[in-house]
């Protein structure tokens, strides 16, 4: 297992983050980029929420889980927008991301 910084700890640490068996964060119980991205190619649900770091992805033998766009790599957030903008994500209630993550803008 590879050992990572987890951009959620507010303060740099020596500890490290590492990817548990079920794909979540040790810190910040985020799902992995790898996972997340397996759900939305498979048409799980991303469900926004009123913060542009976090979404919902449903589905899965784990049920809904979190997932923390600040996990993804600049490569894998410039996927998610190309995904996004050719509608290959299945955008939960109400259908659009009424608050944008952070990494995107509206046109």
Not at 54 to 82: C, I, W
Request: glycine fraction near 10%; charged fraction near 30%; aromatic fraction near 16%.
């Amino acid at each position: 297992m590879s050992e990572f910084n987890c951009p959620h700890r507010f303060m740099p640490t020596a500890e490290k983050d590492l990817w548990r068996g079920d794909h979540t964060c040790s810190y910040c119980g985020s799902l992995s980029p790898e996972k997340f991205f397996e759900a939305i190619e498979k048409g799980d649900e991303v469900d926004p929420t009123d913060k542009d770091y976090k979404a919902y992805v449903g589905g899965g033998p784990l049920g809904v889980q979190k997932f923390y766009f600040d996990h993804l790599s600049e490569e894998e957030r410039k996927h998610f927008v190309t995904l996004l903008n050719d509608g290959k994500i299945k955008v939960g209630y109400p259908g659009y991301f009424y608050v944008m993550p952070f990494f995107c803008k509206s046109l």
